[in-house]
């Protein structure tokens, strides 16, 4: 069965709004694993605008799932990644500034960046995942940087699919099935949804992974975070 990662940077938004710690986030973590998530996902930026540094740090001591770190390998990221050593790191290669995650790597021109970032990752048990288009070249790529996983970039499935574009699919679905043949799990992630996991995941062989964060907290203000939690599981099943 495909694990589901929730990604709880909107929970750390709607902290950050007000100060203080409510919502807590460690709580939100813990209920969100005690509801039969597999997974948390955080993706701390530069500017801590979401999810700070010490909140990964937090984090690490009372997650019991799978743990996963997202962001661009910076330095202060690598080392914060080195520091609490998560279950997986995502490498995704975000601006800056970015509002959110908005392409993935050039894996043929980053090659040789990614293979030593990897390495040192993984020299410390940390599993690893590279954030990437679905460019086939750009999978064959990847593989040669020795990464565990990639992680499909599904924005553009996503945006298809609401306008009744099923046949958007397609290319995940090639690059999932050249991955698998290249030794690559299979991660996913980006504007999914509860209307499109079911469809995506029937299409998508050996998918591992998925992790969800914006629209699985906005679906949860209407229908209750447990609630949702459970109808993705049921989709994914």
């Known amino acids: 069965m495909t ?28 209920d969100i694993e005690g509801f039969g998530a597999e997974g948390i996902t955080i993706h701390p930026r530069p500017d801590e605008r979401h999810i700070r540094y010490q909140d990964a740090r937090d984090l690490k001591k009372i997650v019991t799932t799978e743990f996963n770190i997202e962001g661009n390998p910076i330095k202060s990221f690598i080392d914060l990644v080195l520091e609490t050593k998560p279950t997986q790191v995502t490498l995704v290669p975000d601006a800056v500034d ?3 995650s908005n392409a993935g790597w050039d894996t043929i021109k980053y090659q040789d960046f990614l293979k030593e970032v990897i390495q040192e990752f ?26 565990d996983r990639i992680e499909l970039y599904t924005e ?40 499109n996991i079911q469809f995506f995941k029937e299409n998508i062989p050996h998918l591992a992974e998925v ?17 949702v939690v459970n109808m993705y599981l049921h989709r994914l099943k």
């Open 3 to 30: 694990k589901l990662s929730v990604n709880i940077n909107k929970i750390a938004t709607l902290r950050n709004s007000r100060g203080g710690n409510v919502p807590n986030l460690l709580k939100v973590a813990t």
């Open 98 to 100: 970015a509002i959110t």
């Open 211 to 227: 992790s969800i964060g914006h629209a699985l907290i906005a679906e949860s203000l209407y229908l209750g975070l447990e609630n």
């Open 122 to 147: 993984q020299q410390n048990g940390i599993r690893t995942s590279i954030f990437i288009d679905t460019d086939l070249k750009l999978i064959e790529a990847a593989a040669k940087t020795e990464t």
């Open 156 to 195: 553009e499935f996503a945006s298809q699919f609401e306008l009744g574009n099923k046949n958007a699919v397609k290319p995940y679905t090639e690059a999932a099935i050249l991955a698998n043949k290249l030794g690559l799990g299979i991660n996913a992630g980006h504007d999914l949804s509860l209307d």
